[in-house]
Nanobody, 124 residues
Framework: QLVESGGGLVQAGDSLRLSCAAS????????MGWFRQAPGKEREFVAR???????YYEDSVKGRFTISRDNAKNMVYLQMNSLKPEDTAVYYC????????????????????WGQGTLVTVSS
């Protein structure tokens, strides 16, 4: 089970940190990702962290967002800085049994477990 938290209403330029709490065993073996779905759009990849803490980002968030994990706490985080109105979306945490890098890491179908999402709204 994955439970996201930390969303909210912020102004452009502000920061937010999203958290994802994972339950179950062997969390450290999973690759973890963040996706988002803006109103009227399809869900898209945001960031991924492998079991060895390798990180990958969608181009529009590179340099602004940072994904991290704390295996001792079964937690994944998404630090979002310099937020823009176009970052407004429901953000989802996802877990993949494929813990290492693989070519299609940005595809939804490669993730096995999903949270319910947390809404981030960025006003201009």
């Amino acid at each position: 089970q994955l439970v996201e938290s930390g969303g909210g209403l912020v102004q452009a330029g502000d920061s937010l940190r999203l958290s994802c709490a994972a339950s179950g065993r062997n969390f450290s073996n999973y690759g973890m990702g963040w996706f988002r779905q803006a109103p009227g759009k399809e869900r898209e990849f945001v960031a991924r962290i492998t079991r060895n803490s390798g990180t990958y980002y969608e181009d529009s968030v590179k340099g602004r967002f940072t994904i991290s994990r704390d295996n001792a706490k079964n937690m994944v985080y998404l630090q979002m800085n310099s937020l823009k109105p176009e970052d407004t979306a429901v953000y989802y945490c996802a877990a993949s049994v494929m813990g290492s890098w693989f070519p299609e890491y940005n595809l939804e179908r490669k993730y096995n477990y999903w949270g319910q999402g947390t809404l981030v709204t960025v006003s201009s």
